[in-house]
């Protein structure tokens, strides 16, 4: 652990990135480093009560701001870049979600067009206790108060695309993006295929807590202070954003209609299993129908995202990539008891 390089770093109000591709880093660190960063909410701190609505506050596209891009040392194109999330904190002691006009799932949207009448916007403010790992819901305009549990995640994680493209950090595809799975918490690996020299990853969107399909638009938003460790996997393509827990592999597909990100899903694990453990193709295939899960990420942004999950019990093997989500989850643990 000594021999651990650890670097902190807080962007500040102008160094956030709002998109994937198209800008520099502004770090850049070997593999096998940890890092403890800091990222801003979805509305880059500017909402911070019920009169703060978002349209008044937040100026579009300058939404959902990211941390980075950060490069790492040897990642090239047809590698796989590993981020462990060792650690995900609330770095306030509130959070904030909010109702949108033309935005979520149970609204008309640009791309959904209706002649109702628009949502109101409104906003709620939740209270984070850490030491508790709760998150209270107070209705606005009823008499109910509920503590959740405190479940923090990133709703934003992603690398540079292939192509030299540059993509807004509200759309997730295959470079990562706002996937918006509660999946990415701490103690989960995300595996991103690597598009340009140096990976230039980046993550955002702290949620204290989110429910599957993140419905309204928005999770209890929040800031945080999440502690990553980066790793490169050589020669290792990656075609979609995967994930790994210590009971599970996942992967995940994003397009509109949702049934069309239900299937990369299904079809990129489909493909992983049987190619990670030698299974005949149709082998998996069945495997997956019988013993899959197919937990929804997102139903509101500019592309829908599924997550197709499997428990690693039915796998012939415990481990993916080799051994990179064990050694990472070691690495992790151990800085965490020592810091």
């Known amino acids: ?183 990415v918490r701490a103690g989960t690996t995300v595996y991103l295929g690597v598009n340009q020299p140096g990976a230039l990853f980046g993550i955002g969107d702290g949620h204290c807590r989110q429910g599957q399909g993140e419905v309204c638009g928005t999770g209890v938003e929040a800031a945080m202070i999440t502690t990553v460790v980066v790793d490169v996997v050589k020669g290792v393509p990656t075609p979609w954003p995967r994930f790994e827990s210590d009971a599970a592999i996942m992967s995940t597909g994003s397009a509109r209609p949702l049934e069309d990100a239900y299937r990369i899903s299904q079809h990129d694990l489909v493909t992983w299993v049987a190619a990670e453990h030698g299974i005949d193709l149709l082998d998996a295939y069945q495997l997956v129908s019988q013993a899959g899960e197919a937990p929804v990420a997102n139903v509101c942004d500019p592309n829908y995202t599924f997550v197709a999950k499997l428990d690693k019990r039915y796998l012939p093997a415990p481990t993916t990539y080799g051994d990179v989500h064990d050694r990472l989850r070691i690495i992790a643990t151990d800085y965490l008891a020592q810091r």
């Open 1 to 183: 652990m000594s021999d651990l390089e650890v670097i902190r770093y807080r962007p500040g109000p102008e160094q956030y990135a709002w998109t994937f591709g198209g800008r520099p880093p502004v770090l850049t660190v070997p593999a096998g480093t940890m890092l403890e960063l800091y990222t801003e909410d979805c509305f880059g701190g500017r909402v911070r009560g019920i009169a703060d609505l978002p349209s008044r506050v937040c100026e579009f596209p300058y939404l959902n701001p990211v941390t980075g891009p950060i490069a790492v040392e040897g990642a090239e194109p047809g590698d796989t870049l590993a981020l462990h999330f060792a650690a995900i904190e609330p770095a306030r002691d509130w959070g904030v979600s909010s109702t949108f006009p033309h935005f979520g799932a149970l609204t008309s949207t640009h791309q959904t067009v209706t002649l109702q009448e628009p949502l109101e916007e409104r906003v709620w403010v939740y209270a984070v206790d850490a030491a508790k790992g709760t998150v209270t819901y107070q209705a606005r305009n009823s008499e109910l108060a509920v503590e959740l549990p405190l479940d923090p995640m990133h709703g934003t994680v992603g690398v540079a695309p292939a192509g030299f493209e540059v993509r807004q950090s509200i759309t997730p595809d295959a470079h990562g993006g706002n996937l918006d799975s509660p999946e």
